[in-house]
């Protein structure tokens, strides 16, 4: 199979954010695959429900084997692992 290029946005306002964030490029490159290119860090408000903590956002381009619906699938699998709970 041949490698492509995904790109994810990453964002986190709970807790130790830039903690959050390494976990989770750390995670996305052990199961997802090679970060090939990554943008700063940005802090941004909240949007739509605001009244939560600011965010701290990034982009990144993956190299992978894997199906945009794999990919999906293990993304969700990493939020799940970090204790993300979906409402």
Do not use: H
């Not at 790109?7 to 199961?31: F, H, T, V």
């Not at 090939?36 to 600011?54: N, V």
């Amino acid at each position: 199979m041949s490698l492509q290029k995904v790109i994810l946005l990453l964002g986190s306002n709970m807790g130790e954010r830039k903690y959050q964030i390494a976990k989770a490029l750390e995670l996305l490159e052990r199961k997802v695959g090679e970060i090939i290119l990554q943008s700063g860090l940005y802090e941004t408000d909240a949007w739509g429900k605001t009244d939560q903590p600011p965010f701290l956002n990034l982009c990144v381009v993956i190299e992978t084997k894997f199906s945009p619906k794999d990919v999906l699938a293990k993304n969700l699998l990493i939020e799940a692992d970090m204790g993300r709970v979906r409402g």
